[in-house]
């Protein structure tokens, strides 16, 4: 697969169509399985307000790999994101009832670089606070 974008067809400034990922308690029992983070903060009501939190908490690498969608979709391919990092800043709190958290994500391209490449910054949301910060791509078009 290669990208769908062409880099002669993107500007600075561009916008990704901006996306919401729902995130519920199952949802987090589902990732720890799927990844081996068992971590109680993740699942244990009672043990993650012990420790401080507000109530159980996504993982973070859960939160980084929902952002990054917006920018594999708007490519069409996986594999064109070449760089991505995070400063992970808020947690994304998840209650337990039926409607848990929402991720609402959103970005732009915010520079072409050489080879037909270009810099994308993500914002990720939930309950109104920035959950990442310093979130970037970098991404090889066609």
Same mark, same amino acid.
Request: charged content about 20%; hydrophobic content about 45%.
């Given at each position: 697969?290669?990208?769908?974008?062409?880099?002669?067809?993107? /500007? +600075? =400034?561009?916008?990704?169509?901006? %996306?919401?990922?729902?995130? !519920?308690? #199952?949802?987090?029992? @589902?990732?720890?399985?799927?990844?081996?983070?068992?971590?109680?903060?993740?699942?244990?009501?009672?043990?993650?307000? /012990? +420790? =401080?939190?507000?109530?159980?908490? %996504?993982?973070?690498?859960? !939160?980084? #790999?929902?952002?990054? @969608?917006?920018?594999?979709?708007?490519?069409?391919?996986?594999?064109?994101?070449?760089?991505?990092?995070?400063?992970?800043?808020?947690?994304?709190?998840?209650?337990?009832?039926?409607?848990?958290?929402?991720?609402?994500?959103?970005?732009?391209?915010?520079?072409?670089?050489?080879?037909?490449?270009?810099?994308?910054?993500?914002?990720?949301?939930?309950?109104?606070?920035?959950?990442?910060?310093?979130?970037?791509?970098?991404?090889?078009?066609?």
């Amino acid at each position: 697969m290669a990208a769908q974008i062409q880099y002669a067809d993107v /500007e +600075v =400034g561009t916008e990704l169509p901006a %996306a919401s990922f729902p995130v !519920t308690r #199952a949802t987090l029992v @589902r990732y720890a399985g799927a990844s081996g983070d068992f971590n109680p903060i993740h699942w244990n009501e009672k043990f993650a307000k /012990e +420790v =401080g939190l507000p109530d159980v908490i %996504a993982h973070g690498m859960f !939160t980084m #790999a929902e952002a990054i @969608r917006v920018v594999t979709d708007w490519a069409g391919d996986p594999g064109a994101v070449v760089e991505y990092g995070v400063r992970f800043t808020k947690p994304v709190v998840v209650p337990n009832d039926d409607q848990g958290a929402l991720i609402e994500v959103t970005a732009k391209v915010a520079a072409k670089l050489d080879d037909n490449r270009v810099r994308v910054d993500l914002t990720a949301m939930s309950a109104g606070q920035k959950v990442l910060g310093m979130s970037r791509a970098v991404v090889q078009l066609g």
